[in-house]
């Protein structure tokens, strides 16, 4: 079985590959083709790849091209996990919002539309060559914005395109944890957009554990996520939000701890990558080693300026080993296999959020088959949860809107209508610099 992993040049492939290394099952991925525009990250990528490979009689065969069309043909799976813009493109979104006085983050708030705006055009074509050249194949978008993106290909794709994020796997983890539960016999009840959702119970053996954690101040103070929304807070919407929701119920503190950083994540992850890249081009250096070093500094540092605002303190050591890449493979066994699992994806809502229309991208458990992803059908979201999933949805389609037309002022809308953004004038501001930013953006007129 083939397997297209589009941004193959990508620092975080050597996950998914080590994931793949571990499956010996019938119908297992037996060829991984790497598709990027850049030669040189494919070449270093391609070099970590085969140092995994090695003592592993039955390693999935690599290769690499920068053809899109001949990496899709014959595809049964396509992962997509590229950026526009690269990391350079990242930094500017941030530096951008931040000197604007809003939230620099690569998918929320200003800097996840200007994300979305230059991406959905590239993610389109994507969705329209598969179509054409792997019609069978099933698309896994890690792509961000994930939700964004698997909507505007999900038009092009139907319900052959599903989005994966390791956010709410991570969070449901935890949570069984300090809760003493085995998470692969939890149901997580989450429900949301990506990066934008919240756990509002926990089953195990049909029991609903949530209540016993909101309730204990020590057992909320335990883990990430209570320390870094507070016990007080949790207890008082009586669920556990994402992460990302750090971003929404904490925006002052958290702007001002951007603002105040050395450097901007994206920033970071650029000069970051770039020593990785330099180093593992070298043949007297051991490629999987320098990955393993840069992916340990990576994970360390995620949501470093959250944590510290909030005085969250450092990351567990259980969290610090990724996620996406386990969503990945249990998702194509699933669809490949027919083998029946349960997991939180981004698929359309069909009717599983009646605020929403049916084509809506939500984040939601599913259950997962051959026939692909089904939701799981959901009890409402509470009026403060529905007001701010609405928002959002309205803001990613008003990016859907001017990514199709190339209409400026409906980008406008789309900056302007975000909660995070707090001024029509600010928004037309932000259209015009991030224009001027990137390249990509001068479809818009």
Not at 134 to 143: C, G, K, L, R
Not at 144 to 151: D, H, S, W, Y
Not at 298 to 317: I, P
Request: charged share 25%; net charge negative; proline share 4%.
């Amino acid at each position: 079985m083939k397997l297209t992993i589009l941004g193959g040049g990508g620092f975080r492939v050597p996950l998914v590959y080590g994931a793949l290394l571990a499956d010996h099952g019938e119908g297992r991925v037996t060829e991984v083709v790497l598709h990027d525009l850049d030669d040189r990250r494919l070449r270093a990528v391609s070099r970590v790849l085969a140092e995994q490979a090695e003592g592993v009689p039955d390693a999935p065969v690599v290769s690499a091209t920068t053809d899109l069309d001949e990496a899709l043909r014959g595809a049964a799976f396509v992962f997509s996990a590229i950026r526009v813009g690269g990391l350079q493109g990242r930094a500017a979104d941030e530096r951008i919002a931040l000197a604007a006085g809003v939230l620099g983050q690569e998918t929320v708030g200003a800097g996840g539309i200007a994300y979305g705006l230059r991406t959905v055009p590239v993610a389109v074509d994507i969705a329209r060559r598969v179509a054409r050249l792997a019609p069978d194949a099933w698309v896994i978008n890690f792509t961000n914005p994930a939700g964004l993106v698997t909507e505007a290909m999900a038009r092009h794709l139907g319900d052959r395109v599903i989005g994966i994020c390791d956010s709410p796997v991570g969070l449901g983890r935890r949570i069984a944890r300090v809760l003493g539960a085995d998470p692969k016999h939890a149901f997580v009840d989450y429900v949301g957009l990506n990066h934008l959702g919240w756990v509002r119970a926990l089953r195990v053996a049909g029991r609903d554990e949530l209540p016993r954690l909101l309730d204990d101040p020590a057992l909320l103070g335990s883990f990430e996520e209570g320390r870094l929304f507070g016990a007080d807070w949790l207890r008082s919407l009586g669920a556990i939000p994402n992460e990302y929701l750090h971003y929404y119920y904490f925006n002052r503190e958290t702007v001002r701890a951007y603002q105040q950083a050395e450097r901007t994540r994206g920033a970071f992850l650029r000069d970051q990558q770039a020593r990785f890249y330099a180093e593992a081009a070298d043949p007297g250096v051991s490629a999987l080693r320098a990955w393993d070093r840069t992916r340990a500094e990576r994970e360390a540092t995620y949501m470093a300026e959250n944590r510290e605002s909030a005085g969250a303190g450092e990351r567990e050591e259980e969290d610090l080993s990724g996620g996406y890449e386990k969503v990945a493979l249990a998702l194509m066994r699933a669809v490949a296999r027919d083998e029946r699992n349960t997991l939180i994806l981004n698929v359309r809502n069909r009717s599983t959020l009646h605020v929403l229309d049916e084509d809506a991208v939500v984040e939601v458990p599913c259950l997962v088959d051959a026939g692909g992803a089904h939701p799981l059908a959901a009890d409402p979201l509470p009026g403060h949860a529905t007001g701010l999933v609405c928002a959002v949805k309205e803001v990613e389609r008003q990016v859907l809107s001017a990514a199709e037309s190339g209409s400026r002022a409906t980008a406008v809308k789309a900056f302007a209508l975000h909660p995070l953004v707090d001024s029509v004038n600010l928004a037309r501001r932000l259209v015009d610099e991030y224009a001027a930013a990137h390249p990509g953006l001068g479809y818009l007129k």
